[in-house]
């Protein structure tokens, strides 16, 4: 199956800092997404992006198939930013495939 | 309002004892899904179904069943055979069309032995 690894593992910011979230993946993928799992446990999606670039609000993601990786950018991070991030990679009808997550702490 | 509603929030196993969990969409999604997630960790695929009556193991499988009956439903039965249930366990759903396939989760159940 596809390998999918996330980075950093942790993340500490204090409110109105900018950041950077990374998801590798070992295989060619036709479907990528990222969500954010508040601290009830709710896993929101945030992006579709198999490849190309969007954006939303103070979120953006570029998905570069390629060469096998994608970014989440969160600029000016507030505290209900917080929580775990997950990205999930998936080619034609298989299963998606999920990293352990960037777990983001934002500081008041 | 469409969604995925998992029930019940919170459940308790005793020992011994078989547990259902329910997952309901009414999103007409093809796909779903269970997984499981332990404190701390990422989300590891225990059943995964793509039409009525048919679904495949996933990585995790043992301990657990499945049934897909109706296209709305997707229960997952933690066994006895399951020795270590306590967990988040999520269930999800999708609808493969035109290349596209955007996975939507449920609340979530948490489970506990007693």
């Known amino acids: 199956g596809i390998q999918v690894e996330q980075s950093p593992p942790d993340l500490i910011l204090q409110e109105g800092a900018n950041s950077t979230l990374r998801c590798n993946f070992s295989d060619s993928v036709n479907n990528l997404q990222w969500f954010h799992q508040n601290p009830w446990g709710q896993l929101i999606n945030l992006f579709y992006?198999?490849?190309g670039t969007k954006q939303n609000g103070r979120l953006s993601a570029t998905t570069v198939a390629t060469e096998r990786y994608s970014l989440l950018y969160i600029s000016s991070s507030q505290t209900t930013d917080s929580g775990v991030y997950f990205c999930?990679?998936?080619?034609?009808?298989?299963?998606?495939?999920f990293g352990s997550g960037t777990k983001l702490n934002v500081k008041p | 309002d469409g969604g995925i509603t998992q029930s019940p929030k919170y459940l308790f196993r005793k020992e011994g004892q078989n547990v259902t969990l329910s997952c309901e969409q009414n999103l007409n999604h093809d796909a779903m899904y269970w997984y499981r997630q332990d404190p701390g960790q990422g989300l590891r695929l225990i059943y995964y179904s793509q039409i009525v009556n048919d679904f495949q193991k996933g990585d995790i499988a043992e301990g657990y069943s499945v049934s897909r009956e109706k296209k709305e439903s997707f229960p997952l039965t933690v066994t006895s055979a399951q020795k270590n249930p306590t967990a988040f366990y999520l269930c999800?759903?999708?609808?493969?069309?035109?290349?596209?396939?955007?996975?939507?989760f449920g609340a979530g159940t948490r489970l506990s032995v007693l």
């Open positions: 999800a759903s999708s609808r493969p069309t035109g290349g596209i396939d955007i996975q939507y």
């Open positions: 992006i198999p490849s």
């Open positions: 999930a990679a998936k080619y034609n009808f298989n299963k998606f495939y």
